[in-house]
């Protein structure tokens, strides 16, 4: 299991006496190992969903907020078909070049 914890308060805006409101964010990771080959993981970003602004730069790209709260899973296994083009691989592949 991993937990991440971040905290900040983004960019000034132009008044330094005013600083933005701080933020938070969360994000966990569980994942369990079977065997040597099998792994299966879940990550949750932003866990407490909060939204805040990142930046209020005045360009072309607008204004940028944080992601909401993301879901992630992951299985990886072993593919049968890869281990056997590789057993079938030549050793060696240098050549005379007579």
């Not at 099998?38 to 209020?56: M, P, Q």
């Not at 790209?61 to 079938?88: C, M, V, W, Y």
């Not at 060696?92 to 070049?97: E, P, T, V, W, Y």
């Given at each position: 299991?991993?937990?991440?914890?971040?905290?900040?308060?983004?960019?000034?805006?132009?008044?330094?006496?005013?600083?933005?409101a701080g933020a938070?964010?969360?994000?966990?990771?569980?994942?369990?190992?079977?065997?040597?080959?099998?792994?299966?993981?879940?990550?949750?970003?932003?866990?407490?969903?909060?939204?805040?602004?990142l930046d209020n730069?005045?360009?072309?790209?607008?204004?940028?907020?944080?992601?909401?709260?993301?879901?992630?899973?992951?299985?990886?296994?072993?593919?049968?078909?890869?281990?056997?083009?590789?057993?079938?691989?030549?050793?060696?592949?240098?050549?005379?070049?007579?």
């Amino acid at each position: 299991m991993r937990s991440t914890s971040n905290y900040g308060s983004g960019f000034l805006d132009g008044d330094v006496s005013r600083p933005p409101a701080g933020a938070y964010t969360v994000d966990l990771a569980l994942g369990k190992s079977f065997g040597e080959n099998w792994n299966l993981r879940f990550s949750a970003l932003n866990v407490a969903n909060n939204h805040y602004r990142l930046d209020n730069s005045n360009t072309f790209g607008g204004s940028h907020f944080t992601n909401a709260r993301e879901f992630a899973f992951q299985l990886k296994l072993p593919l049968p078909l890869l281990r056997s083009i590789d057993r079938a691989a030549p050793k060696s592949a240098s050549r005379d070049l007579d």
